[in-house]
């Protein structure tokens, strides 16, 4: 498979742009009142909150990949969900937690050798994929 290994990714503008909207998407989900997204057994929230932040590493981890810069990443990944904490905090219907922001970082620290596997060159796959499809 001949993909893109090194380098900016051709579509790099709207990677961000929907990287961008998903950290929306979370934060409107973070703060809605009733998120109807539940797991229903024990630790289930902080199951969604790890599931979530390796996405979101995952995701930002595709777009840039130098190790230094994943590492300002996962910082920014980690100021993420210690905002949303705060914003619950500020908002009574919900409520912060520090549980919450450890599941953050667990997800977090799970997607960092994620990324040193093919999973680290999914966008860059579906770009390969597209201009394939597009050449025929």
């Known amino acids: 498979m001949d993909v893109q290994t090194s380098g900016r990714l051709r579509w790099h503008g ?3 742009v929907l990287g961008g909207a998903i950290m ?3 934060t409107w989900m973070a703060l ?3 998120p109807s997204i539940t797991l229903s057994f024990t630790y289930g929230d902080k199951l969604l909150h790890a599931t979530t932040f390796c ?3 995952g995701w930002w981890g595709n777009i840039y990949r130098s190790p230094r810069t994943r590492a300002w990443i996962a910082l920014g990944c ?3 969900g210690v905002f949303i904490e705060f914003a619950q ?3 009574p219907p919900r409520d912060a937690s520090g549980w919450d922001v450890l599941a953050d970082v667990i997800g977090i620290l799970v997607a960092l050798p994620l990324l040193r596997t093919p999973l ?3 966008l860059a796959g579906i770009e390969t ?3 394939r499809r597009r050449a025929r």
């Open 78 to 80: 980690l100021a993420f």
């Open 120 to 122: 680290a060159r999914v």
């Open 55 to 57: 996405c979101l590493m």
């Open 89 to 91: 905090w500020l908002d």
């Open 24 to 26: 929306l998407f979370v």
């Open 129 to 131: 994929a597209v201009g």
């Open 14 to 16: 709207a990677w961000l």
């Open 32 to 34: 809605t009142p009733d």
